[in-house]
């Protein structure tokens, strides 16, 4: 007899073991069981189907993009169905008149960037997981990058959203302009929800015209204490870079010892990669008296002067994660988050923790990627335990868990643990509302 998944209108269906292994986990440490399938759907009447079967018979479906995600939020437990979006149809279309992209979920979050930039616009946000991860995914996860320190997250964008709800109808919230103002919103409420409301199908962003001009360095310190300090020092300069990210002192003898070519010739005892795009930054004009903000630490700066330099300068930011990961398997990456003004006393008593940690990340926004290199070898409360001491300080310096990977499985106990009651009430009274019987992505974030 055929079962009821294989009879789902144009979706193809995945149950054999060999071919759903890969979908037993994201790029976090988490891992999953079996999934009771894993489906690609291609039109709404299969997922209406499918939403009425989960709704009844109590298993829940689980969105899956790309899978990059670092928080386990589209692993799956042995009552799941993951929804692989990648085969969701739709093409990505740009309205120069009212400067929106819109674009399904399945979409590349590359692709997204690409079709923007061939009519001279610009979709800011930035993770640099943009090669691989899903436009959906991104959305789901409101993905941040090295830019959001003066562009904002994924959320600022979002202007749209069309969504596979538990009463298995597609609804658009949100209309494609950036005033809208019409009560709570909750095209919003979707950007960042980690699948856990409904499954975005598509949506509509907001554009602005590229940054004509970049100017991009690397700059070497002597010292790693004269980190902490540098975002302080520019903004108190006048400057805004759109990117301000960094290396530690171990992240650093790791890439040299063991990275690709260009990684072997970092210098520095730290290393941060600056980069501009105000209108004049690649003038001497901009350039000198940013030079002079920067003071002795002006003394060893490398300015990338061509489009090439500049490329390699990120390809080696973006190849760090990567590179740890084939390093440590068993890694844990955190990405906490410390208010600018309290980043010196962070890395001040994080050296004072008890665990091995390197860390790297978006130093602009105080977004720290602080790794923990063996605590993949631990499992539940055992992990949980070697965590939270760097959760608690975060917390105590008005920071939080998460500036952009989001919460998922894997950070789940700590953001009950750390978060206001009434916060998690208010959160599982909106998840009954949307969704009263766990149709999607039940058991994550809350
Ligand atoms: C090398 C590397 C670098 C990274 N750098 C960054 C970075 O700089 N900034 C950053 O923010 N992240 C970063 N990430 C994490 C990750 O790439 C992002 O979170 C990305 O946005 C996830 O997209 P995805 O398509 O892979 O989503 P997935 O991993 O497939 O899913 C992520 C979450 O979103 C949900 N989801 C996915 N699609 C949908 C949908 N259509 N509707 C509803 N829910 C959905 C899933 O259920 C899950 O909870 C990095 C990851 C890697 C591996």
New binding site residues.
């Given amino acids: 007899m055929t079962h009821w998944l294989d009879a789902l209108p144009d979706t193809r269906v995945l149950r054999d073991p060999a071919q759903t292994a890969g979908f037993r986990h994201?790029?976090s440490h988490v891992r999953g069981p079996e999934p009771l399938a894993v489906i690609k759907p291609r039109c709404r009447e299969g997922l209406r189907e499918l939403v009425r079967r989960a709704s009844s018979e109590g298993f829940t479906l689980?969105?899956?993009?790309?899978?990059?995600?670092?928080?386990g939020?589209?692993v799956p437990d042995a009552r799941s169905v993951v929804v692989d979006?990648s085969d969701w149809p739709g093409s990505i279309t740009v309205n120069t008149a009212n400067l929106t992209l819109s674009a399904p979920?399945s979409a590349g979050?590359a692709a997204v960037k690409e079709h923007a930039d061939a009519q001279g616009l610009w979709y800011p946000p930035?993770?640099?997981?943009w090669p691989?991860?899903?436009f959906?995914?991104?959305?789901?996860?409101?993905?941040?990058?090295?830019n959001a320190c003066k562009y904002g997250m994924t959320r600022r964008w979002v202007l749209s959203v069309e969504?596979l709800m538990a009463d298995g109808e597609v609804h658009r919230f949100g209309i494609d302009s950036v005033k809208q103002n019409t009560g709570p919103n909750l095209a919003q409420l979707m950007v960042g929800?980690?699948?856990v409301f409904?499954?975005?199908?598509g949506a509509t962003v907001a554009l602005i015209p590229r940054p004509r001009e970049h100017l991009t360095l690397l700059l070497p310190l002597p010292d790693m204490a004269l980190l902490p300090a540098l975002p302080a020092q520019l903004f108190a300069a006048g400057f805004l870079p759109s990117a301000l990210e960094f290396w530690d002192s171990a992240v650093l003898a790791d890439l040299r010892q063991h990275g690709t070519d260009d990684a072997r010739r970092l210098p520095g005892e730290a290393l941060v990669l600056l980069e501009f795009d105000d209108p004049g930054c690649s003038h001497t004009g901009f350039l000198e008296p940013l030079l002079d903000a920067l003071g002795p630490l002006a003394a060893d700066a490398q300015v990338a002067t061509t489009g090439a330099q500049r490329e390699a300068l990120w390809a080696v930011r973006?190849m760090t994660?990567?590179h740890l990961k084939q390093r440590f398997p068993r890694k844990v990456s955190e990405d906490v988050v410390v208010p600018r003004d309290r980043l010196p006393e962070f890395f001040a008593r994080l050296a004072a923790l008890d665990a091995k940690t390197v860390s790297y990340g978006?130093l602009g926004d105080g977004n720290l990627h602080v790794n923990l290199l063996h605590a993949g070898e631990l499992e539940g409360t055992a992990l949980d335990a070697a965590l939270d001491p760097l959760f608690a300080l975060c917390i105590e310096l008005g920071g939080t868990l998460s500036g952009?990977?989001?919460i998922?499985l894997a950070k789940r106990e700590a953001f009950l643990k750390h978060t206001d009651p009434f916060a998690i009430a208010a959160l599982r009274g909106i998840k009954q509302a949307l969704d009263p019987k766990g149709v999607f992505?039940a058991g994550?974030v809350f």
């Fill in positions: 994201d790029e689980v969105p899956r993009g790309a899978g990059s995600g670092k928080a939020g589209c979006l979920a979050l930035d993770p640099n997981s691989l991860c899903s959906g995914g991104s959305l789901a996860t409101n993905a941040g990058g090295p969504a929800s980690e699948g409904g499954m975005i199908l973006r994660s990567v978006h952009e990977h989001g998922g992505n994550k």
